[in-house]
């Protein structure tokens, strides 16, 4: 099976390790967006400075976000490595990390969630087959209830303490970033990254667990803000509708829809990916917005997931309608402008054919008995290789424009 | 180069980063496309493919992972979540039967 069109059967690269490591980080938060939602709209209702402020049901803020959300999240966790049994622990343990901890304990739960889980992994492959028939429940239940019970206590005890402490310290990075005005270059970092699918890893198993402290701490954050603004991609597949190849132009519409309403970020990665360069259109529409997001000092009360303008406007601090806004529109613009510059304005011939990392791509993409057939041909379509696969290639992406044209029409 | 008829597809499962979102929007596309055919589509998150999964799609970004978590398994990597042509090899071929080289 391996071949040029599926290099390795194993996946060891670096980019798809760091993605699985993200992938977990993500995987722990993204089933439970919606209690951070639910506890997002709580805060913004009913704090102090919130939409109709009540002291009685304000009180539901606080227990949500130090022990609700964590808890799930150390349950979500457990519940990957092993488990409805690996759940149970997770969470038993997460309480421990929770208990008189002054800041929202995300980090700690994603840590010892899995942890304790895994412990109990090892501890029930151990015994496999070794419990005598009629005791299996009793050792089954108190296997997990002293191995979940020493880990709440471990967690008091150390590893609570230990990432309060870089819990804190990462929130105080955020600050001085925020302080000096940096913030913006963070973008530098979260577009590329983002195109190749560590979006989720990096909004919800980093932005999400300081944005929530930030929240706790000043009603808002801007934290969520930064990876999900759905205006750089927006601006993107504006600039493909007007400039792109033709082949491709029929489908912008319908992806704009699915990403800006829909909040599937994932649908414009390909058009960043077919044209690499375009990466420096969505760091500087990124730039722009997060820059216009700090001035203006808005921000949203949780993570709005998906990244779709309705949660944007659902989630946004009530002081930061028109922060909001702009950012997103600015950001737009200015990925709009920087990507139709790069596109040449569709007036650059190359551009109507399809770049060789295109070709790259689009030659994986394809199925391999077609390529077969053309090697049969003769090395012509070598000799003369980029031209031909560039034309292959068109040909693919064409269908492909006819075909969602043809599903928009339906 | 593994082949397989598209008669032999029960279960198709599209695989994302997260399982909840762009996975969701390709697998009720294309369970819509394969109504009639019987075929079950699912999605789920890249790193818990189902053991039952006859055949998997996933984005060429995430395939090394797919690979990595469901070795034996056929996968066809896609470029674009709209249309894309290795998708809709996939369709003809469970519609119409016919062989698929994955």
């Keep these: 099976?391996?071949?040029?069109?599926?290099?390795?059967?194993?996946?060891?690269?670096?980019?798809?390790?760091?993605?699985?490591?993200?992938?977990?980080?993500?995987?722990?938060?993204?089933?439970?967006?919606?209690?951070?939602?639910?506890?997002?709209?709580?805060?913004?209702?009913?704090?102090?400075?919130?939409?109709?402020?009540?002291?009685?049901?304000?009180?539901?803020?606080?227990?949500?976000?130090?022990?609700?959300?964590?808890?799930?999240?150390?349950?979500?966790?457990?519940?990957?490595?092993?488990?409805?049994?690996?759940?149970?622990?997770?969470?038993?343990?997460?309480?421990?990390?929770?208990?008189?901890?002054?800041?929202?304990?995300?980090?700690?739960?994603?840590?010892?969630?899995?942890?304790?889980?895994?412990?109990?992994?090892?501890?029930?492959?151990?015994?496999?087959?070794?419990?005598?028939?009629?005791?299996?429940?009793?050792?089954?239940?108190?296997?997990?209830?002293?191995?979940?019970g020493a880990f709440a206590i471990l967690g008091k005890l150390a590893i609570g303490p230990i990432v309060e402490?870089?819990?804190?310290?990462?929130?105080?990075?955020?600050?001085?970033?925020?302080?000096?005005?940096?913030?913006?270059?963070?973008?530098?970092?979260?577009?590329?990254?983002?195109?190749?699918?560590?979006?989720?890893?990096?909004?919800?198993?980093?932005?999400?667990?300081?944005?929530?402290?930030?929240?706790?701490?000043?009603?808002?954050?801007?934290?969520?803000?930064?990876?999900?603004?759905?205006?750089?991609?927006?601006?993107?597949?504006?600039?493909?509708?007007?400039?792109?190849?033709?082949?491709?132009?029929?489908?912008?519409?319908?992806?704009?829809?699915i990403h800006f309403l829909g909040g599937i970020h994932e649908i414009y990665f390909p058009y960043v990916l077919m044209k690499p360069r375009l990466i420096l259109a969505m760091i500087a529409g990124g730039m722009a917005g997060v820059a216009t997001f700090m001035v203006t000092g808005t921000g949203t009360v949780a993570s709005p997931a998906p990244g779709s303008i309705f949660a944007f406007a659902a989630v946004t601090a009530r002081d930061g309608y028109v922060g909001m806004i702009l950012g997103v529109v600015i950001a737009a613009l200015v990925t709009f402008g920087v990507a139709s510059l790069l596109l040449g304005f569709g007036k650059l011939k190359s551009d109507q054919e399809l770049?060789?990392?295109?070709?790259?791509?689009?030659?994986?993409?394809?199925?391999?008995?077609?390529?077969?057939?053309?090697?049969?041909?003769?090395?012509?379509?070598d000799t003369t290789g980029h031209s031909a696969g560039s034309e292959r290639a068109a040909e693919g992406t064409d269908r492909a424009g006819t075909d969602s044209n043809r599903k928009e029409n339906a | 180069m593994a082949t397989i008829n598209g008669k032999d597809i029960r279960k198709l499962v599209v695989a994302c980063d997260a399982g909840m979102g762009s996975s969701v929007m390709l697998a009720s596309t294309l369970r819509k496309q394969l109504g009639k055919s019987g075929v079950t589509v699912e999605h789920s998150p890249v790193n818990s493919i189902p053991a039952d999964a006859d055949l998997v799609v996933c984005h060429s970004g995430l395939a090394a992972r797919a690979r990595s978590v469901a070795p034996s398994k056929p996968i066809v990597p896609f470029q674009v979540f709209l249309g894309d042509p290795a998708v809709t090899k996939v369709v003809k071929a469970i519609q119409q039967g016919t062989d698929l080289n994955v």
Excluded: C
């Excluded at chain 1, 689009?362 to 090395?379: F, K, Y």
């Design chain 1, 165 to 257: 402490g870089l819990t804190k310290a990462a929130g105080n990075g955020v600050d001085w970033l925020l302080d000096h005005s940096l913030m913006p270059l963070v973008s530098v970092l979260v577009e590329p990254a983002k195109v190749l699918f560590m979006n989720n890893a990096i909004n919800h198993g980093v932005f999400s667990p300081l944005g929530v402290q930030q929240v706790q701490e000043q009603g808002k954050s801007i934290l969520f803000m930064i990876e999900s603004n759905p205006g750089p991609g927006l601006g993107l597949l504006a600039a493909y509708l007007f400039f792109g190849p033709r082949s491709l132009r029929p489908s912008a519409p319908a992806a704009m829809i």
């Design chain 1, 355 to 381: 770049d060789p990392a295109e070709e790259q791509v689009a030659d994986e993409a394809e199925i391999p008995h077609q390529r077969t057939a053309d090697t049969a041909a003769g090395n012509a379509a």
């Design chain 1, 1 to 148: 099976m391996a071949s040029t069109y599926t290099p390795q059967v194993t996946g060891t690269g670096f980019k798809a390790r760091v993605q699985k490591v993200g992938g977990y980080l993500a995987g722990m938060v993204m089933p439970n967006i919606g209690a951070l939602i639910a506890w997002g709209l709580i805060t913004a209702l009913f704090i102090p400075v919130g939409w109709i402020p009540n002291e009685n049901l304000a009180q539901l803020v606080d227990p949500m976000i130090k022990y609700l959300l964590p808890v799930l999240i150390g349950y979500t966790g457990g519940r990957m490595v092993h488990g409805q049994r690996g759940a149970v622990v997770g969470a038993v343990a997460t309480f421990g990390v929770v208990v008189g901890a002054d800041v929202p304990m995300f980090l700690g739960a994603m840590i010892i969630g899995p942890l304790a889980a895994y412990v109990l992994k090892l501890f029930d492959t151990a015994i496999e087959g070794k419990v005598r028939p009629g005791f299996e429940m009793l050792i089954d239940n108190f296997s997990a209830g002293i191995i979940g």
